[in-house]
């Protein structure tokens, strides 16, 4: 029996998909779990697996089309199998919710392709991250002279041809979203419209952390970041104050019983968060590692949904960046999240003395409809606490 292949919905906030390359052709062999095509999602780039074997019969979205989610992209079938109805079905199916959804789309329609165009007969040769980046920028490949195998274009071209100054978009050019910056435009207008933000900064003493932090690199093989203490210290202040761990579901607060924290981490063409699960019950050593290991994967969009979704907290830092103090837009189910600015030389006046200090300040954002003022207060001060005396860090 044929087999449909449709663009899944990965996310809760998947509206639509970009087809970067099909991996197999019309008339390939296919194998149940075996890997069909690379999808670009909202935040990462995916394999798409195959749910039966077969013979890969049509192919109805070409390399570099946005799809929305639930279309009827291919059929697997036998090869010599009749499979007019499993297109024919595509024209009075209803839309649903689902991943494996069917379409009202009409079958070898597909959307037009969403990556720059080539000159008429010429196929542009070019890897599957090349094209997506070119798309999201707005490059034209036939422009750029690949320094791939067989002169194929690389994504370090094309970031090389944008650093170039005639790849500048001219003044009143409109350029196209990125999936993710779509997904982020729906997700800040859904949090911030409703949900009632209210702030809370602190400056806090870094000098006793970092000097923590250097004696940590000593004695250990790996060395944490500054955001490494921040999540620790986060999940120490989470624990005295779960009332903060919370979200609210419209009828009810939901507390949670396990501390899973988000970092926000900017790439190209947006910002996604890598989520640190049960942070309360690992190690400073352990969260380091962890980290590193997600950081690295959500810059190459290689993270699984399951591994940026559902966060119950969440950090994001700009201190890297010189940005003295911002506030971050919550984005739910979290009812609190904290920004982070930069450590600084500042004056301190102590016991009547003007003396150098190191100070970083932080801002609490909070759902008002799950949390309070004096509540948010607590887990401020407690965090403050951790920070500025670091002993609890290396439990």
């Keep these: 029996m044929a087999s449909r292949i449709v663009m899944p919905k990965l996310t809760d906030t998947m509206e639509e998909g970009v087809l970067l390359a099909w991996k197999k052709r019309e ?42 989610s639930g279309t009827l992209i291919g059929v697997i079938g036998g090869a010599d199998e009749d499979i007019t109805s499993a297109l024919a079905d595509t024209i009075t199916a209803a839309p649903s919710s689902g991943g494996g959804t069917r379409t009202s789309a009409p079958p070898g329609a597909g959307p037009a392709p969403a990556s720059p165009a080539s ?8 890897s599957p991250r090349a094209k997506a980046l070119a798309a999201d920028r707005g490059i034209d490949l036939s422009a750029i002279t690949g320094t791939g195998p067989g002169g194929r274009i ?24 990125s999936q993710m910056r779509k997904a982020i435009a729906r997700a800040t207008t859904q949090s911030k419209a409703p949900v009632p933000h209210f702030y809370l900064t602190s400056e806090i003493d870094m000098e006793q952390a ?9 004695n250990r093989t790996t060395h944490p970041s500054v955001t490494d203490l921040l999540i620790k210290a986060a999940a120490i202040a989470l624990t005295r104050h779960p009332d903060i761990n919370v979200s609210f579901t ?25 989520v640190l699960r049960n942070c309360d019950a690992k190690s400073l050593e352990d969260i380091s590692s962890e980290s590193r290991t997600l950081i690295e994967r959500a810059r190459n969009k290689r993270l699984q949904p399951q591994e940026y979704t559902d966060a ?12 003295e103090n911002f506030i971050a837009v919550l984005i739910p189910p979290q009812a609190a999240s904290i920004a982070v600015g930069a450590i600084r030389d500042v004056p301190v006046v102590k016991d009547g003395t003007v003396k150098a ?39």
């Design 27 to 68: 008339g390939d062999p296919v194998q149940a779990g075996e890997s069909l095509a690379e999808i670009e999602t909202d935040k990462a780039v995916m394999d798409l697996e195959a749910f039966a074997s077969g013979t890969l019969r049509k192919i109805l979205v070409q390399d570099g089309a946005t799809v929305m």
């Design 119 to 126: 000159p008429a007969g010429t196929r542009v040769l070019a």
């Design 154 to 177: 690389v994504e370090e071209d094309v970031v090389k041809a944008q650093a170039s100054p005639t790849q500048i978009l001219p003044a009143g050019t409109d350029q196209p979203l």
């Design 210 to 218: 970092e000097r923590f932090r250097d004696q940590f690199k000593q």
């Design 250 to 274: 419209g009828n009810a607060i939901r507390r949670y019983a396990r501390i899973d924290i988000g970092i926000a981490v900017g790439i190209d063409d947006g910002l996604i968060t890598p």
């Design 312 to 323: 119950t907290f969440s950090i994001s830092n700009l201190g890297m960046f010189d940005v």
């Design 357 to 395: 200090g190191r100070r970083m300040k932080v801002t609490l954002s909070c759902d008002h409809r799950a949390l309070d003022g004096v509540q948010g207060a607590g887990f401020l001060k407690e965090f403050k606490r951790i920070l500025e005396h670091p002993s609890e860090l290396s439990i």
